[in-house]
């Protein structure tokens, strides 16, 4: 386990291993998109309650317009941020995707064989 905080490390792994980089700017990258959805569910949720709370103190149309508001807040939030997050992880990602897999670079373990 290597800590990426530490200068020393940095300077011996990070600067002189591309794949090393490229797979923590990955990794950093969908970490990012993870905590942009589970804040967005949370807020679209929060949202929704509220509006939906708003909703009963009123009657009629508007009562079922803020209704259908509130529901449509606690599907759309997480759904947008979603494709959002997606856009971060193809961003941090775009190195590893110049880089296809050669035949070379595919290593299959045979039954029972040791992998680590």
């Known amino acids: 386990m290597l800590d ?13 291993d591309g794949e090393l980089r490229t797979t923590i700017r990955t990794y950093y990258g969908a970490r990012s ?8 569910i949370l807020f679209g949720l929060a949202a929704g309650f509220a ?3 708003k909703a009963f103190s009123l009657a009629g149309l508007p009562r079922w317009s803020l209704a259908f508001g509130a529901a449509l807040a606690a599907v759309f939030i997480p759904v947008a941020t979603a494709f959002i997050g ?3 992880v193809h961003r941090f990602s775009r190195s590893c995707r110049n880089k ?10 045979r ?6």
């Open 51 to 53: 509006l939906w709370r």
């Open 33 to 40: 998109a993870m905590l942009m959805q589970f804040i967005s």
């Open 4 to 16: 990426v905080a530490e200068p020393a490390v940095r300077r011996a792994f990070l600067r002189g």
């Open 111 to 116: 039954r029972g064989e040791n992998t680590g």
């Open 86 to 88: 997606a856009s971060v």
């Open 100 to 109: 296809p897999l050669r035949a070379a670079d595919i290593r299959v373990a």
